[in-house]
């Protein structure tokens, strides 16, 4: 545990200004794990290879032509609550119905409502479940380890050359890396980690745009990994052009909890898919 930076140094360290969504949120979570209890050790054994989350978009995509990370989320810091007090089960049961590969799920608890306990309950419908945070410690990576989760979400703009360490970390708590890229610049920091899922963030990007988003850039780097589109997808048929252009996954989250039929969202992401890859 000791190979890994000092969460406030990595905070610091982020050439953010501090009025920006993703500092404000870095600030939050490091004053949250001044409070947690020390970090437990690993309970699972290492990780070596693909893991259930990763296979499980390997085969929805070769079946369907794309598959679905579909993420719960409560708010944000740029829209506040704008889907507070969404049911939970009723939601993921929806996710489950329209064909999704697999959950997101906010854990962080001050801007985006989210909470450990959700991954915890989220085990009942049977998908792999993707932690959802703002990864700067080894606490986090022990608490998404603790509830189960199969997969973390590390963010290269912010680890930058400790992503790697961090993958590793991740690896051996049993913890697959869904590791977040915003610009090119970032790829040999995910490259060092031998990322597996490599996502990219629409939200914030100067090298794709959300009009004609493609991923050949990403799969020059990244031959052989699982290339995720992120953000940015407001309709089934923007998810639809993501997967056409290269992207094995899609995780879509505003979306969907802002969609009055969700089931039905998901069903029309695949709907033309389905025809294509027969």
Do not use: W
């Not at 609550?81 to 969404?86: D, E, H, Y």
């Not at 031959?223 to 309709?235: C, H, I, K, W």
């Amino acid at each position: 545990m000791s190979r890994l930076p000092d969460p406030a140094s990595l905070v610091r360290g982020t050439g953010l200004p501090k009025s920006s969504h993703l500092q404000r949120v870095l600030v939050s979570e490091l004053a949250r794990l001044a409070q947690a209890t020390p970090t437990a050790p690993p309970v699972r054994g290492p990780l070596e290879g693909p893991g259930p989350f990763e296979l499980a978009l390997r085969r929805e995509a070769a079946a369907r032509g794309g598959a679905v990370i579909a993420e719960y989320k409560q708010a944000s810091p740029s829209l506040g609550p704008f889907a507070a007090g969404t049911p939970l089960q009723a939601q993921l049961q929806a996710y489950r119905d329209g064909g999704a590969a697999a959950f997101s799920i906010l854990a962080e608890p001050a801007y985006f409502r989210g909470a450990a306990a959700h991954l915890t309950a989220a085990a009942e419908f049977g998908l792999p479940r993707l932690y959802k945070g703002f990864v700067i410690s080894e606490a986090q990576l022990a608490e998404a380890e603790s509830c189960g989760a199969e997969a973390v979400l590390l963010i290269v703009r912010v680890l930058k050359g400790h992503t790697a360490a961090f993958a590793e970390a991740a690896r051996q708590r049993g913890l697959e890396a869904l590791v977040e890229l915003h610009d090119l610049t970032e790829v040999p920091h995910a490259q060092e980690a031998r990322a597996r899922m490599v996502g990219i963030n629409a939200r914030d990007l100067s090298t794709f745009t959300l009009g004609e988003p493609t991923a050949a850039p990403l799969r020059k780097a990244f031959p052989d990994a699982v290339l995720v589109r992120e953000s940015g997808l407001a309709t089934p048929e923007d998810a639809q052009t993501s997967l056409r252009a290269g992207f094995e996954a899609v995780l879509i989250g505003e979306a969907l909890m802002r969609s009055p039929d969700p089931k039905g969202f998901l069903e029309r992401v695949f709907a033309d898919l389905r025809q294509e890859a027969r």
